[in-house]
């Protein structure tokens, strides 16, 4: 599976109100829903990291989603950056 070209892993940041208001709770949903796998997690300086992996639909579904967060959320920017990793996740998972 390592190799399967059908599979994207993307490294996003979000920026602005992304903590305390339920960002990574709505975020592991999200990829459940979507089939994504992967992690999301908080950061010291306020803001939010996640690695996504899926195919191009889910992936292009989950950035769409993470541009806009959860009902609360007021995301100001969100950076991403394709990976080229071995490991893939089985499921999605807050850390």
Do not use: C, Y
């Amino acid at each position: 599976m390592a190799s399967d070209p059908h599979i994207e892993t993307i490294h996003v940041h979000i920026r602005g109100k992304v903590q305390g208001v339920g960002f990574r709770m709505s975020t592991v949903r999200r990829a459940h829903m979507v089939g994504a796998t992967g992690w999301v997690q908080n950061l010291e300086d306020g803001s939010v990291e996640a690695l996504v992996q899926g195919t191009t639909e889910q992936v292009d579904a989950m950035l769409e989603w993470l541009g806009r967060g959860p009902p609360g959320a007021i995301v100001r920017g969100i950076d991403s950056e394709r990976q080229f990793i071995e490991k893939r996740f089985r499921s999605f998972q807050q850390l």
